[in-house]
């Protein structure tokens, strides 16, 4: 499924940030003649605001200058807009104009410079250095908004839909595999409304090629940390929001050590998502005796249990309420396309 498409940072979009640092900073904004990108308030100080959905940003010359001008009193400020909200990083710019010589040009003497999320902010790539501090977010409204996949996910769910015991559970299912487990972990992100991802794209599962359940192809990066994405992108199954935050991060131990993932989960507990180990109800004794050892002891409520048989539970829940919605809603009916009645 292909990335949601985002919207272009608007003259509304840049009103919208305005109006929210003149409410962090208790002062009215005002155009400033030399950028449509910078502004200064009653005291003397200025506002360089770059404003986008990608990551590189332009500099032109005079406005350049303008910012070296007055470096000490020029706030830089990275306006990043995703689907959902617009994110406010700020810094000084002093740093930024030091190192100015760092900087690509342009064909016509400009600069330009390229942002990596972090944790809290945002980093100049070709400046290390300069780091913005998240400050603020403003929520965008979002128009229309349903489950990713749609229809076809409620198909492939309808594959063994109510009731449930025509599938043995996986509990006792001897032929149940790893693929099956995250399967069902793909299917009900995506009804769900999350963008999934898992990294065993090429095995199969009793519902299809796992590449086939999930929307991304790709792990969103937007909000992982470089240094990090080695680790989240070998976890096996990945819930992102429509932004590409990710959200919840599963493990699934069917043959191996719960330790293992405890492990692999532990590398990405700074990005503050929920945790869950997926694993036969026995391991549930392994699970709470590891979590009292270091270093899971530390952040030992980050973490969440859950067996076979509640993920077959959720599961259920999720077919039997796509099969109460096509009833009630009478979707199978209404996409059918009506007979014509011919006068013969």
């Avoid at 830089?76 to 010589?101: D, G, Q």
């Avoid at 470089?226 to 935050?245: C, E, M, P, S, Y």
């Avoid at 259920?316 to 796509?322: E, N, Q, Y």
């Amino acid at each position: 499924m292909p990335k949601p498409m985002l919207q272009k940072f608007t003259n509304q979009d840049r009103q919208l940030v305005v109006k929210e640092l003149e409410r962090i900073q208790k002062t009215k904004l005002e155009p400033f003649p030399v950028s449509r990108k910078l502004f200064s308030d009653a005291s003397g100080k200025f506002y360089c605001v770059f404003g986008g959905t990608g990551d590189w940003h332009g500099v032109p010359a005079a406005l350049m200058s303008q910012i070296e001008r007055n470096a000490a009193k020029t706030l830089l400020v990275i306006a990043k807009k995703y689907t959902t909200r617009i994110n406010l990083c700020v810094s000084s710019a002093e740093t930024f104009i030091a190192n100015k010589k760092k900087l690509p040009r342009t064909s016509v003497g400009g600069y330009q410079f390229h942002t990596v999320v972090e944790e809290d902010g945002v980093r100049l790539f070709q400046i290390p250095e300069v780091e913005l501090k998240k400050v603020s977010e403003i929520v965008l409204p979002i128009q229309g908004r349903g489950p990713a996949f749609g229809s076809d996910v409620s198909k492939i769910i309808n594959i063994d839909m109510l009731p449930s015991a025509k599938m043995p559970k996986l509990e006792d299912d001897e032929e149940a595999t790893h693929s099956d487990i995250e399967a069902k972990l793909l299917l009900i992100g995506s009804y769900l409304g999350y963008r999934t991802f898992t990294p065993d794209k090429s095995k199969k599962s009793r519902y299809g090629k796992l590449g086939d359940l999930c929307s991304e192809q790709e792990i969103p990066t937007d909000y992982v940390p470089a240094r990090q994405l080695a680790t989240v992108k070998n976890i096996d199954v990945i819930w992102f929001d429509a932004d590409g935050l990710p959200t919840h991060c599963y493990e699934v131990e069917h043959s191996t050590d719960v330790t293992k993932g405890l492990l692999r989960l532990y590398q990405i507990r700074k990005l503050r998502i929920k945790m869950f180990i997926i694993a036969a109800d026995k391991a549930k004794t392994k699970f709470e005796t590891e979590l009292k050892k270091d270093p899971f002891y530390q952040v030992k409520e980050e973490y969440i249990f859950k067996s076979y048989q509640e993920l077959e539970d959720f599961f259920d829940s999720v077919k039997r309420f796509t099969f109460l919605k096509d009833s009630f809603l009478l979707e199978e009916q209404l996409s059918k396309p009506k007979k014509r009645k011919t006068n013969e």
